[in-house]
């Protein structure tokens, strides 16, 4: 894992495999609580960013050599810019999905394997954006943060 920090933010890059996903997603989550984010916010943004790096390992990385993941976190004093990029398979469509609740009102074996991380994605973040540039795909993902006065 190759880190990189300075007052604005910090960056990390590792390779898309299950273990270093886990590493990076960790010392996102210390250094954002190292720069004085929340113990709560620090949470939110820990499982939104644990659910995008799986998809990206999991998806995107799918059946070919894991690639380079890297993510860069700028804290302004009302938000949390995080930026993820990659250069596996692009999302389907180009588009993200729409990450609707999963029905569970259902019997426990009916219930769908996947289907709750976009949801949980979107109840965590302000705003999300996808792109698909040069062969690469960026997540943009923006969190509000309470004004400190």
């Excluded at 984010?37 to 620090?42: C, I, M, N, V």
Aim: glycine letters at 8%; charged letters at 30%; aromatic letters at 6%.
């Amino acid at each position: 894992m190759q880190f990189n920090a300075n007052r604005q933010g910090f960056a990390l890059n590792f390779r898309a495999t299950e273990m270093e996903a886990r590493e990076g997603i960790r010392a996102v989550a210390t250094q954002l609580r190292q720069r004085g984010l929340s113990e709560d916010r620090a949470g939110d943004v820990e499982i939104a960013l644990a659910e995008a790096i799986n998809n990206v390992v999991e998806h995107a990385y799918a059946d070919i050599e894991p690639g380079q993941v890297r993510i860069r976190c700028q804290m302004r004093d009302d938000k949390l810019l995080i930026r993820i990029s990659d250069q596996g398979r692009p999302l389907p469509d180009g588009q993200l999905p729409k990450g609707e609740p999963a029905n569970v009102e259902t019997d426990p074996a009916d219930l769908p394997e996947g289907g709750f991380g976009w949801f949980l994605i979107r109840q965590l973040v302000s705003e999300i954006r996808y792109e698909r540039r040069q062969n690469s795909n960026l997540l943009s993902l923006r969190f509000d943060l309470p004004k400190v006065s």
